[in-house]
């Protein structure tokens, strides 16, 4: 089974800034997905990152929001941008699932508190 | 269009209950990859069952049973003799894609001692 590594784990943002979050997964993926879960709602896909191309985003979600890297097959990061409260959530990581075809993974979330 | 309903926002039982969690879906794939996910407070995501579209095989797991009925597009998952460490937010999630999910808006399962 594939294990991901998110950082931070939880972070308070002033409104304006920006945060990072890493992902790291301890084997090679072709897949990277970002998921974002508003205050008690269900999980949505910001978007998709394969290595090597851009990011490829769902509707609603746009890449000066939301900018991810994929400089490997290991890691990848998302940004929040100019953040207002409105991005307070959990945002988690997960990789497509692994060769024996058996589940999809995620990562433990990264809860961000916009100030 | 995919879509996953759970109808049930939030349940409540008393321990050792039986208790069932239902999830409908919607697709015009053939292909199609059915999931249950557990959030515990803590926030993660916990893998539960993974279920394709030509497996109607029902699976149970020491407490946990899942129930596939492509004719009515549901997967249905119960919980026997429910116990406290059961209360979590649970996940019912589509998959056409490798990967991609499409969620249910998730049921809130509480269990009393």
């Known amino acids: 089974s594939a294990v991901i590594s998110q950082k931070p784990s939880r972070d308070i943002c002033q409104r304006g800034t920006s945060l990072t979050i890493q992902c790291q997964v301890d084997s090679q993926v072709t897949m990277m997905f970002w998921y974002r879960q508003q205050p008690g709602q269900s999980l949505t896909l910001i978007a998709t990152a394969n290595q090597g191309s851009e990011a490829t985003y769902e509707s609603g979600f746009v890449i000066d929001k939301f900018p991810i890297s994929r400089p490997n097959l290991t890691f990848s990061t998302l940004t929040v941008s100019n953040m207002s409260p409105e991005d307070s959530s959990i945002y988690l990581c997960s990789v497509g699932w692994d060769s024996s075809g058996n589940t999809i993974y995620f990562g433990e979330g990264s809860w961000l508190t916009v100030v | 269009a995919q879509k996953v309903t759970q109808a049930q926002t939030e349940i409540s039982v008393v321990e050792k209950e039986d208790v069932t969690l239902d999830c409908v879906y919607e697709?015009?794939?053939?292909?199609?990859?059915l999931f249950w996910y557990k959030q515990p407070p803590s926030g993660e995501l916990v893998f539960l069952i993974r279920r394709n579209s030509f497996d109607e095989q029902n699976e149970i797991s020491g407490r946990y049973s899942w129930n596939f009925q492509k004719s009515t597009s549901s997967f249905n998952f119960t919980i026997t003799a429910s116990q406290v460490v059961d209360s979590a937010v649970y996940f019912c999630a589509l998959s056409m894609l490798r990967g991609k999910l499409i969620f249910g808006q998730g049921t809130e399962l509480s269990v009393k001692p």
């Open positions: 697709t015009r794939d053939t292909t199609y990859y």
